[in-house]
Nanobody
Framework: QVQLVESGGGLVQPGGSLRLSCAASGSIFSIIAMGWYRQAPGKERELVAVITSSGATNYADSVKGRFTISRDNAKNPTYLQMNSLKPEDTAVYYC?????????WGNGTLVTVSS
């Protein structure tokens, strides 16, 4: 069983920065990729960024150049550095662990970008 716990969300002004963290517990060595997703009110959940076990990264077009996904040398936690935040980045951000045949989700952390 894998548990994911997100932290770092909060209220920030437009143009500000936040860093989200996702701590995984359990069998983390079989993780194929870690991802950050978000879901804004009234919208579907969407991929924000992903990092594979080999360190390759991919980003949604809407966050390229502003967000950076990373992890420490032990591959845990996984971070999402968010810079130049915009009101449209307001959402609940979820951490995801992809094992190939199964996916695990955290409970989410709310990010609100507002003046």
């Amino acid at each position: 069983q894998v548990q994911l716990v997100e932290s770092g969300g909060g209220l920030v002004q437009p143009g500000g920065s936040l860093r989200l963290s996702c701590a995984a517990s359990g069998s983390i060595f079989s993780i194929i990729a870690m991802g950050w997703y978000r879901q804004a009110p009234g919208k579907e959940r969407e991929l924000v960024a992903v990092i594979t076990s080999s360190g390759a990264t991919n980003y949604a077009d809407s966050v390229k150049g502003r967000f950076t996904i990373s992890r420490d040398n032990a591959k845990n936690p996984t971070y999402l550095q968010m810079n130049s935040l915009k009101p449209e980045d307001t959402a609940v951000y979820y951490c995801n662990a992809d094992y190939g045949i199964m996916n695990y989700w955290g409970n989410g952390t709310l990010v609100t970008v507002s003046s």
